[in-house]
């Protein structure tokens, strides 16, 4: 018998669940790599491959769904734009979901869930720039005003 197991419900309200799952898959979409408890992640891997697919058949119908699912129109365009051409010859799997130990507090099993073939640079997309670069900034900004 296959009584409830329908999908996992992460101990939330079906708003609260749905609510988490966009904001993972809008994170998982900017960083190309985020780190998540290992249930979440096991919930998370078929939505983003899902989204992957939808976006490789670029379509206005496809943009309008995938932009009505992420209510974010930037990460729709990251899909349909960059995600979907470096998978284009890849039939599906485009997410991988790697152990990361314990939680220190709870004990949690961790993961990381991340793109097969992932752009590394993309994890520093909101890093501030370090002490020693924006004086390296400032330095060329005066030289360059003081040419002009």
Known sequence: MRHKIGYKKLNRTSEHRKALIKNM???????????TTLPKAKVLKPQADKLITLGKKNTLQNMRTLISRLQNEGS???????LSKRYQNRKGGYTRIIKAGFRYGDNAPMAVIEFVDRDVEAKKVDKKKSEKSKIVDKKTETSKEATA
Do not use: F, G, P, R
């Not at 898959?25 to 780190?35: C, G, M, R």
């Not at 729709?76 to 960059?82: G, N, W």
């Open 76 to 82: 729709a365009h990251k899909i349909s734009k960059t």
């Open 25 to 35: 898959l809008n994170s998982l979409v900017k960083y190309e790599q985020i780190t």
